[in-house]
């Protein structure tokens, strides 16, 4: 649980901590978040998680509440109150607070609000668990590459994967083609071993753990396509993997009833994994 939170300009207690309720988040989930991973006192991609953040609140036209360098200092403060060192940040702007009225008044100065909460993280492929996921129809909207948080759908989606005794939902668009995870980017690894994961779209969310296995992809000469794959491509594929900030590599081991590589994590999961955790420790050690 965390102690003290920032909220609009202010430390506060996190117990009791609150937002207006005419705050426009709370009342049409008008306003954006991101989640930002902290390993050993490290901010995991800082850069890309503010950058998708500015580009989140230019694309909704929602000022932003304050520059880069002011939130990060934020960012570092709200660590240091709670002694975060391994755990994730996360980060709320709203468009502020007016009467409710679905057109709202120009010039708003927009609500920030950050927490930070203390969680471990694996340190080998060994400590990760596979997931079983269902397929559900995608309910969201046409421009899932904002991170709003109207995250209606993907929590129903959720849901849905608890009922069904599964762990978590791939959704799949009108097209029968898998779009993400409720929370994360959806990889496979064909019979002829080509890694794939769909393009940048409105369809998904450009995820920051999407980028950086790119990234280094390309650096270490590993090849990835980006193009969308159907469900029953999924379920056919050799391995199967969904990407995120709090979830790093996560292997997919059953898609509805079809058993992927067998019901055990996969080589080329593995190798993703263990890269892309090396890039993650790389943040460690901050003082
Ligand atoms: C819908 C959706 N897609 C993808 C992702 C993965 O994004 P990231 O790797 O930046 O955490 C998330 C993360 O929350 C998400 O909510």
Request: charge should be neutral; aromatic fraction near 8%.
């Amino acid at each position: 649980m965390p102690v003290q939170s920032y909220v609009n300009g202010r430390y506060v207690r996190h117990h009791g901590a609150a937002i207006h309720i005419e705050d426009r988040s709370y009342q049409f989930a008008d306003g954006v978040y991101e989640v930002i991973a902290v390993y050993g006192g490290g901010i995991v991609d800082e850069g890309p998680h503010l950058e998708r953040l500015f580009r989140s609140l230019g694309e909704l036209n929602i000022a932003a509440p304050g520059s880069e360098r002011s939130i990060k200092v934020i960012l570092r403060e709200v660590l240091f109150r709670n002694r975060v060192r391994d755990g994730a940040l996360y980060l709320q702007v709203s468009r502020g607070v007016a009467v409710r009225n679905h057109a709202h008044p120009p010039d708003m100065k927009p609500a920030f609000v950050v927490t930070a909460r203390a969680h471990p993280w694996p340190k080998d492929f060994a400590a990760v668990e596979g997931i079983a996921v269902i397929a559900i129809a995608d309910q969201r909207w046409s421009r899932c590459d904002i991170k709003t948080v109207s995250l209606l759908p993907n929590v129903l989606a959720r849901m849905g994967a608890d009922t069904a005794g599964a762990d978590d939902a791939w959704m799949i668009g009108e097209d029968g083609l898998v779009t993400e995870g409720t929370a994360s980017n959806a990889w496979i690894v064909t019979d002829a071993g080509e890694i794939v994961t769909r393009q940048l779209s409105q369809a998904i969310l450009a995820g920051v753990t999407r980028r950086t296995i790119l990234e280094f992809a390309a650096a270490r000469g590993m090849t990835i396509t980006e193009r969308a794959f159907t469900l029953s491509e999924a379920k056919a594929a050799r391995e199967a993997f969904q990407t995120s900030t709090t979830a790093l590599v996560k292997p997919v081991l059953k898609i509805d009833a079809a058993v992927i590589g067998g019901g055990a994590p996969g080589p080329v999961t593995e190798v993703v994994f263990t890269a892309y955790l090396e890039h993650f420790a790389s943040f460690g050690g901050a003082a």
